[in-house]
């Protein structure tokens, strides 16, 4: 088993640690510093010793334990939710919250996380992100100090886990319009009844708490509730999962259904009311995905450059002597560079307390934008083997998909980077 290094990190002053040596030949002058394809701009010259140590301890453990399971896990569409409880073990789970079984660290490493998760596929790295950032981070950030005893240290041993309820079956790009509604009950004082239905929620089916965002009905607020599957009684919270999606297959996803669920006030966030709550979580679990998204491009940067090493056409040439497919690497490489400098910086003014949401609006969207991209592109070295799923290429795509796609689409994030610019509001 893996030392859980995150345990007793702190951050360090930034520290340069030797790369991993290239694999191939560099085309380098004899007096400088060789070019590493893996990581072009040295992006890794930027990150601490502890993160250094995180990102290798999460890269050894997404190959070794992740990596084996993920193609029949697709393929089966079957998610296995004992790795939380391996992450937990690492101290991967929650790992920038402070306090409360929690890691600590940086905002950056969080990243680096993620990164490795999502080299092995989007899916596992969802389930992730949903428990890390949408749920403990919400809990971290609005819940009482109750409410953060109760659940953060068993969520961040993956003993307990959580589920992030605000899109709904009419309502996704437009969560202010939400139909989920919480009254207070008519016999029993200091409860409240939810009703309603949320939608394409990862982990519903198999969450012990789900975060529902619901208006209350004498006000038309919007709070957030911590709803205990343990607690619910029969016929009133249903989480029936969705099947035959066509990316994501490797984690699991629901609906949640509330019929009357009786939920006491004291799991009512106490002082979050409107859309300031959700977005929040939201933005934490982008700032994720736009770092974990390099992590899926690399991998397919990393298995279009082998193929095209090996594949040999045209009087036994390999695929990677011919100038369209230097293109596309050169491409989806330097797309993968500047995408995981950005994050990095986004990330250091999330610590300082200097980041806005429109700064993780444009690392979420272009990041996500140009993975989906140049994993389209690359996929076309395969050819017709691309088809194969043990290419892996495909799934990366498919997957990839989905991420431009939740928690905020492309289009959306893009209105709210001219609304920052303009001015002048494009949300009709």
Same mark, same amino acid.
């Given at each position: 088993?893996?030392?859980?290094?995150?345990?007793?990190?702190?951050?360090?002053?930034?520290? %340069? @640690?030797?790369?991993?040596? #290239?694999?191939?030949?560099?085309?380098?002058?004899?007096?400088?510093?060789?070019?590493?394809?893996?990581?072009?701009?040295?992006?890794?010259?930027?990150?601490?010793?502890?993160?250094?140590?995180?990102?290798?301890?999460?890269?050894?453990? #997404?190959?070794?334990?992740?990596?084996?399971?993920?193609?029949?896990?697709?393929? /089966? +569409?079957?998610?296995?939710?004992?790795?939380?409880?391996?992450?937990?073990?690492?101290?991967?789970?929650?790992?920038?919250?402070?306090? $409360?079984?929690? @890691? &600590?660290?940086?905002?950056?490493?969080?990243?680096?996380?993620?990164? @490795?998760?999502?080299?092995?596929?989007?899916?596992?790295?969802?389930?992730?992100?949903?428990?890390?950032?949408?749920?403990?981070?919400?809990?971290? +950030?609005?819940?009482?100090?109750?409410?953060?005893?109760?659940?953060?240290?068993?969520?961040?041993?993956?003993?307990?886990?959580?589920?992030?309820?605000?899109?709904?079956?009419?309502?996704?790009?437009?969560?202010?319009?939400?139909?989920?509604?919480?009254?207070? *009950?008519?016999?029993?004082?200091?409860?409240?009844?939810?009703? &309603?239905?949320?939608?394409?929620?990862?982990?519903?089916?198999?969450?012990?708490?789900?975060?529902?965002?619901?208006?209350?009905?004498?006000?038309?607020?919007?709070?957030?509730?911590? %709803?205990?599957?343990?607690?619910?009684?029969?016929?009133?919270? +249903?989480?029936?999962?969705?099947?035959?999606?066509?990316?994501?297959?490797?984690?699991?996803?629901?609906?949640?259904?509330?019929? /009357?669920?009786?939920?006491?006030?004291?799991?009512?966030?106490?002082?979050?009311?409107?859309?300031?709550?959700?977005?929040?979580?939201?933005?934490?679990?982008?700032?994720?995905?736009?770092?974990?998204?390099?992590?899926?491009?690399?991998?397919?940067?990393?298995?279009?450059?082998? $193929?095209?090493?090996?594949?040999?056409?045209?009087?036994?040439?390999?695929? @990677?002597?011919?100038?369209?497919?230097?293109?596309?690497?050169?491409?989806?490489?330097?797309?993968?560079?500047?995408?995981?400098?950005?994050?990095?910086?986004?990330?250091?003014?999330?610590?300082?307390?200097?980041?806005?949401?429109?700064?993780?609006?444009?690392?979420?969207?272009?990041? #996500?934008?140009?993975?989906?991209?140049?994993?389209?592109?690359?996929?076309?070295?395969?050819?017709?083997?691309?088809?194969? /799923?043990?290419?892996?290429?495909?799934? *990366?795509?498919?997957?990839?998909?989905?991420?431009?796609?939740?928690?905020?689409?492309?289009?959306? *994030?893009?209105?709210?980077?001219?609304?920052?610019?303009? &001015?002048?509001?494009?949300?009709?």
């Amino acid at each position: 088993m893996f030392r859980p290094i995150l345990r007793t990190c702190t951050r360090s002053s930034r520290a %340069v @640690a030797p790369l991993r040596a #290239c694999a191939t030949r560099s085309f380098a002058s004899a007096k400088g510093p060789a070019f590493n394809w893996e990581d072009p701009l040295n992006s890794q010259n930027l990150l601490t010793e502890d993160e250094i140590a995180i990102g290798e301890t999460a890269e050894r453990y #997404c190959q070794e334990q992740l990596q084996p399971r993920v193609l029949q896990a697709y393929r /089966d +569409e079957n998610y296995d939710a004992k790795m939380l409880q391996e992450m937990g073990e690492l101290g991967l789970l929650g790992a920038s919250i402070q306090g $409360y079984g929690c @890691a &600590g660290v940086s905002s950056v490493a969080g990243g680096l996380i993620t990164r @490795a998760v999502e080299r092995v596929d989007s899916g596992y790295r969802s389930g992730m992100s949903v428990q890390s950032s949408l749920v403990m981070g919400g809990i971290a +950030e609005h819940g009482s100090e109750e409410q953060k005893e109760r659940f953060l240290p068993e969520m961040a041993k993956g003993k307990l886990l959580g589920a992030f309820g605000l899109t709904e079956p009419n309502h996704g790009s437009d969560p202010g319009s939400m139909e989920t509604v919480a009254r207070p *009950h008519p016999t029993k004082k200091g409860y409240y009844l939810l009703s &309603g239905a949320k939608t394409w929620i990862t982990n519903s089916p198999i969450a012990d708490v789900l975060m529902i965002w619901a208006k209350l009905q004498e006000t038309g607020k919007i709070r957030g509730f911590l %709803v205990e599957r343990k607690d619910c009684p029969a016929g009133t919270l +249903e989480t029936p999962a969705i099947k035959d999606k066509n990316g994501l297959r490797a984690s699991i996803t629901g609906m949640i259904q509330l019929d /009357d669920c009786p939920v006491p006030q004291e799991n009512m966030f106490p002082d979050v009311e409107g859309l300031t709550g959700p977005f929040s979580c939201l933005n934490n679990a982008r700032y994720g995905i736009a770092l974990g998204v390099m992590g899926a491009l690399e991998d397919c940067i990393a298995r279009a450059r082998t $193929y095209s090493l090996e594949r040999k056409q045209f009087k036994g040439n390999p695929l @990677a002597r011919y100038q369209l497919i230097q293109k596309k690497l050169a491409d989806a490489s330097t797309d993968a560079a500047f995408g995981t400098l950005a994050a990095i910086q986004v990330g250091r003014l999330k610590d300082e307390g200097k980041v806005t949401p429109e700064m993780i609006s444009m690392i979420k969207r272009q990041n #996500c934008d140009t993975a989906l991209k140049n994993a389209r592109v690359l996929q076309e070295i395969f050819g017709g083997n691309a088809v194969s /799923d043990e290419y892996a290429i495909g799934r *990366h795509v498919a997957n990839l998909f989905v991420t431009q796609t939740y928690e905020g689409q492309s289009d959306i *994030h893009s209105l709210i980077l001219g609304r920052a610019i303009t &001015g002048v509001q494009a949300f009709v």
